[in-house]
């Protein structure tokens, strides 16, 4: 099924094509590991995996998605300074190396950013693999390199900056923030990460060294300028060496559009001589009572503190997707409880109905034609930039008209078949007998269960094997039993 998506670029909802036939390449701005990631973070990287689902199970394209770990910038760099009152005491006794302070701090959010992402049925497989900003170094300077010898970058005070005005003579500075440069006063630079567009001026690409911090040395012409990456030429480093130039779609939150994006995409052309991407999609942002959720503010939530108040991860993976991605979501604990209360209904509808067809029974292609058309509701609301609440109001609406009674078995067969396919996008789900149902076994776990069922159904005994390693790798079992399988702890 073709797939639309609005593309922040061109302010326009466009049919999505890839640049390579059937490999789609995405790449997503990962978190910055000194702390943990509030759950507003939390919906960009739900949006990211909604999107790969969706083009992987709807538009049928196999998916290669980068999501990098910023491990270095102004914020990891003060929390890993000796004294700082954010480390962690859990991180134990500071080497007063600052390199390998940073690496530790970094290291452990990195490792509890990885266990939230698996609670909230976020499909990493790909990027379990994952790429940290301080392993890329060479290549941003290979890249800073290439900015300076086209001109386009210079040096000041022992960091180097890049040259705004020297590149709106050629290039559009401003395209995808859709700002009017006419008044960008020249001269004028900007050392910090994040800025307003107010202070729009020569952004940092490679900043000084400073006493106490980590740095590495870097040779450019013959000189060393000790120093370490400005935020934005990290992404831009590691995406052309980990997808290639131009890759398919770049995804973040909307706050990220500038300067982040904008620079990225200024870097890009400056230095590689081409844009990162032509498709920028951007989520909106979770609020509290008006204001975007923000570690600065001081108004968020982790995961685990969600948890701790007896909410589940699912629940909130169900609310955030039954919200589209482009409009605001404002955060309430009520909020999240009625869609969990949703979630419930179509989960025991399917406990309902899955008696009469168990899910190892139902291979094979949706027959009834309700259901075909159910599908196709279901899957079209999902292709047109994907608006998972019109594919969830067609499936409530089918449950209000239909009582699982009402269905007969093959039609229960059949919509246990097209809930494993909505699964497999949503993730929201037990599809299987109700006292099957362990709810403390993650949904990343089951998900990785079925997918083996699935191998082992098509004969394929080797990948069967190694997903069943991979599930006892998380701590978990798989007994198959004569319906199918069950998962449990394992001993
Ligand atoms: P950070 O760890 O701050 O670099 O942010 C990681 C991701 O979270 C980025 O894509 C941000 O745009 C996104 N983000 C930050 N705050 C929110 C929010 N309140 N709602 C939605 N996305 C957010
Ligand atoms: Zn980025």
Redesign the pocket.
């Known amino acids: 099924m073709k797939i639309t998506l609005y593309n922040t670029l061109t302010k326009n909802l466009e049919e999505f094509t890839p640049i390579e036939n059937n490999g789609v390449r995405i790449y ?5 590991v000194y702390t943990y ?2 759950i ?2 939390m ?3 739900l949006f990211a995996d909604l999107l790969q689902r969706v083009l992987r199970r709807v538009g049928s394209y196999t998916v290669r998605w980068v999501m990098n770990i ?1 491990n270095i910038d102004d914020k990891t760099i003060r929390d890993s300074q000796p004294n700082s009152p954010a480390w962690h005491s859990a991180l134990g006794v500071q080497t007063g190396d600052a390199l390998q302070d940073l690496l530790a701090l970094t290291a452990f959010y990195e490792r509890e950013f990885v266990s939230d992402i698996a609670a909230l049925g976020i499909e990493a497989k790909d990027f379990y693999k994952i790429p940290r900003a301080t392993d890329f170094i060479e290549q941003m300077q290979d890249l800073l390199r290439k900015i300076v010898g086209n001109g386009y970058g210079y040096v000041a005070d022992g960091s180097i900056y890049f040259n705004v005005s020297e590149y709106m003579k050629k290039e559009h500075y401003g395209k995808l923030f859709h700002i009017d440069m006419a008044g960008f006063k020249t001269g004028l630079r900007i050392d910090t990460d994040q800025y307003e567009r107010e202070q729009v001026s020569d952004f940092v690409l490679w900043k000084g060294r400073k006493e106490k911090e980590p740095y590495w040395d870097f040779d450019l012409d013959g000189t060393n300028y000790p120093g370490r990456p400005g935020w934005h030429i990290e992404c831009s480093a590691m995406e052309e060496c980990l997808l290639g130039l131009p890759f398919d779609i770049h995804t ?5 559009k500038f300067p982040h994006h904008e620079d990225e995409i200024a870097q890009s052309k400056a230095g590689y001589g081409i844009e990162p991407t032509r498709y920028w999609c951007h ?5 509290v009572e008006g204001s ?4 600065s503010a001081g108004n968020f939530w982790t995961l685990r503190q969600l948890i701790e108040q007896g909410i589940s991860a699912i629940d909130i993976r169900y609310a955030m997707l039954a919200a589209h991605y482009r409009t605001k979501y404002n955060y309430t604990s009520n909020g999240i409880s009625a869609a969990g209360k949703a979630r419930q209904r179509l989960q025991d509808y399917i406990y309902a109905i899955i008696v009469d067809a168990p899910y190892a029974d139902v291979s094979g292609e949706i027959a009834n034609d309700k259901m075909v058309l159910l599908k196709e509701e279901v899957f079209s609301a999902l292709a047109n930039d994907l608006h998972t609440p019109k594919a969830l109001a067609a499936l409530f609406s089918f449950i209000n008209a239909n009582t699982a009674d009402s269905l007969s078995v093959s039609e229960k067969k059949d919509f246990v078949r097209l809930m494993v396919d909505v699964n497999a996008v949503f993730n929201c789900w037990h599809i299987g007998m109700k006292e099957d149902s362990v709810d403390a076994i993650p949904v990343e776990v089951r998900d990785l269960a079925e997918q083996r069922l699935a191998a082992k159904q098509a004969k394929n005994y080797a990948e069967a094997d190694r997903l069943r390693s991979e599930v006892l790798a998380m701590g978990y079992k798989i007994k198959d039993t004569k319906d199918g399988y069950e998962v449990s702890l394992s001993d």
């Open positions: 997503s701005c990962g978190p910055t990631a509030h507003g973070n919906r960009a990287f910023t973040g939150g909307i706050d990220l989520n909106e942002f979770l609020e975007k959720m923000s570690k």
